[in-house]
């Protein structure tokens, strides 16, 4: 099977520069947990919620939010992202992504075409999710 059959083709990114608060308000709404960066159309790196959680103040959205808190809302995306993340291509299988998930320790990886532009992403949830489905139906079988 292709990583092409379990990607997320919808994909949602976000460059260098913009705020790391466009980067909460995005997984919020969407409910996600991933953004890719891209400068030029080219894969540079990952934002993952636990980046932004580790990046940001504990105290945003209490009443003992200061301003020195807020101000973390407006770092840069390029001063909390994972840089040269691991890419596949879209001609690699689901055995290449889980070989690099049982090696490594993050949870997605962005789907590339040779020029380096995204093309999806594909979680660890998302092979979890295919794998619990297979069992399924070959339980119903």
Not at 74 to 94: C, E, F, G
């Amino acid at each position: 099977m292709l990583v092409t059959d379990l990607m997320n083709k919808y994909l949602i990114t976000i460059g260098l520069e913009d705020k790391i608060s466009i980067v909460k308000e995005i997984f919020e709404k969407y409910n996600i947990h991933h953004l890719v960066v891209v400068e030029s159309g080219k894969v540079l790196g990952v934002v993952s919620d636990l980046d932004l959680y580790k990046a940001l103040s504990p105290n945003i959205g209490k009443i003992t939010e200061t301003l020195k808190d807020t101000a973390t809302l407006n770092k840069r995306v390029h001063h909390i992202m994972s840089r040269n993340p691991v890419v596949l291509s879209t001609t690699a299988t689901i055995d290449d992504v889980i070989q690099i998930f049982s090696t490594h320790s993050f949870s997605c990886i962005p789907i590339v075409d040779h020029n380096m532009k995204p093309r999806g992403i594909i979680t660890l949830r998302d092979i979890i999710k295919a794998l619990a489905e297979k069992k399924i139906r070959a339980l119903n079988i």
